[in-house]
């Protein structure tokens, strides 16, 4: 499957987020979502005429000077503050880190909003769906990055994508072959540390202070481990 | 970064970032304009000639109504002169008549003479629409920025393009 070309540091939440948040489009579009852009294209509308505001203030600021064009500038400026109040409230109390809209052909709609908690390389997904007849549902998935970055920072698709259509639903029904079944728990006898790598010491600290199941990060690593795999067989 | 700017809407809304940036910078001073009724409310004092008030790059508060009373005798106040770009911040020394028509001479502290030298040909006094702003507060020396860029102009367009870049390239 395939493995993203781009290439980003894996110590940059930022990055993290906006190379998985622009793979959630491509995934969706590929699984019959129609797209909608009406809240990118409301935030553009409301910042480019913002924009246009300040440009023509600016304009007729320079060519007649200040004294000739105050009254409209003052107007500018008041409607400047109010379009860029408007645009603040669209990203903060609608947009709420939505990265995707999408209707698919049972006329399901499905909204992904995203985020990221400051130096938690945690991913957090919130996924609400409105059916047909209006009833809606939500659902939450907390998953950490390492189970779809490798160690140098490629996104691999796969994994990612299994994650969607595992805990998602709606996702999993159209796309079936990527639901992995959950595997059931076999209750170890934990020994003492001296048996743990160095890796799952890492996971089990990330899992306590982030509040992620083991399960999942011990899942990413499986993924990981059987890219590496792939690569010692073609060697060999 | 530069894979992000292979869809149009994310593109867009990058640029839309600097430009927001700009524009609000842009917007906060005009605004700080229209409050003070002064095309320049903020000016950066450029030479000597007021000291021990102002030192070069201090950074001046300006205001421009006489909601109360007029500009007196004794205020520092910034004037235009016709055909010079440069502001000067001077102190009003004689002032005869009111409002509009009042006929007012200004000095700096630090010169020997009036300022009757600095005016334009033929203008021996200022008139009110020639003050931009009388200084109502200062901020020593955080304009010497300001004289750094305008001395050396090459900075000007170094720093604008590193700053353009920083934008573009981080979506934080």
Same mark, same amino acid.
């Given at each position: 499957m395939a493995v993203s070309a781009e290439?980003?540091?894996?110590?940059?939440?930022?990055?993290?987020?906006?190379?998985?948040?622009?793979?959630?489009?491509?995934?969706?579009?590929?699984?019959?979502?129609? *797209?909608?852009?009406?809240?990118?294209?409301?935030?553009?509308?409301?910042?480019?005429?913002?924009?246009?505001?300040?440009?023509?203030?600016?304009?007729?600021?320079? /060519?007649?000077?200040?004294?000739?064009?105050?009254?409209?500038?003052?107007?500018?400026?008041?409607?400047?503050s109010l379009l860029n109040g408007a645009l603040t409230f669209w990203i903060w109390a609608v947009e709420k880190g939505t990265v995707y809209i999408g209707t698919n052909k049972n006329g399901v709609k499905i909204q992904v909003a995203t985020k990221t908690e400051k130096f938690k390389p945690i991913y957090n997904v919130d996924v609400k769906f409105t059916e047909k007849g209006g009833k809606t549902s939500e659902l939450k998935i907390?998953? +950490?990055?390492? *189970?779809?970055?490798?160690?140098k920072g490629h996104l691999h698709v796969l994994p990612f994508q299994q994650m969607f259509a595992s805990n998602v639903p709606a996702i999993g029904a159209a796309d079936p072959t990527k639901v992995l079944e959950v595997k059931k728990k076999v209750v170890r006898v934990e020994v003492g540390d001296e048996n743990k790598t160095m890796d799952e010491k890492w996971a089990s600290l990330l899992a306590e202070s982030s509040g992620v199941s083991l399960d999942d990060l011990s899942g990413g690593k499986t993924a990981t481990g059987s890219v590496k795999g792939k690569k010692r067989g073609k060697k060999a | 970064m530069l894979s992000a700017l292979q869809n149009p809407r994310q593109a867009a809304a990058q640029l839309l970032n600097f430009g927001l940036i700009l524009s609000t910078a842009f917007m906060m001073w005009k605004g700080l304009s229209v409050i003070a009724d002064s095309p320049s409310?903020?000016?950066?004092?450029?030479?000597?000639?007021?000291?021990?008030?102002? /030192?070069?790059?201090?950074?001046?508060?300006?205001?421009?109504?006489?909601?109360?009373?007029?500009?007196?005798?004794?205020?520092?106040?910034?004037?235009?002169?016709?055909?010079?770009?440069?502001?000067?911040?001077?102190?009003?020394?004689?002032?005869?008549?009111?409002g509009d028509e009042a006929k007012i001479l200004t000095k700096g502290d630090n010169n020997l003479a009036d300022d009757t030298e600095l005016y334009a040909r033929g203008q021996d006094y200022l008139e009110r629409k020639d003050i931009i702003g009388s200084v109502v507060g200062y901020i020593p020396f955080v304009g010497y920025?300001?004289?750094?860029?305008?001395?050396? +102009?090459?900075?000007?367009?170094?720093?604008?393009?590193?700053?353009?870049?920083?934008?573009?390239?981080?979506?934080?």
């Open positions: 290439k980003i540091s894996v110590y940059s939440i930022a990055d993290l987020k906006n190379t998985s948040d622009d793979a959630i489009p491509h995934y969706l579009n590929s699984l019959g979502f129609k *797209q909608s852009h009406l809240l990118t294209d409301t935030r553009l509308a409301l910042g480019y005429s913002a924009f246009a505001i300040c440009a023509a203030c600016f304009y007729w600021d320079y /060519q007649f000077g200040f004294d000739n064009t105050k009254y409209y500038t003052a107007a500018a400026v008041a409607l400047y907390k998953k +950490p990055f390492t *189970q779809w970055f490798d160690k | 409310p903020i000016v950066v004092v450029l030479s000597g000639s007021m000291e021990p008030a102002f /030192q070069r790059g201090d950074l001046l508060f300006l205001w421009n109504r006489n909601f109360f009373e007029e500009t007196k005798v004794g205020e520092i106040v910034v004037y235009n002169v016709k055909g010079k770009d440069i502001p000067i911040v001077h102190r009003l020394v004689r002032k005869f008549g009111t920025v300001t004289i750094m860029l305008s001395e050396h +102009p090459w900075l000007k367009t170094v720093m604008l393009g590193i700053m353009g870049l920083v934008v573009v390239l981080q979506r934080e």
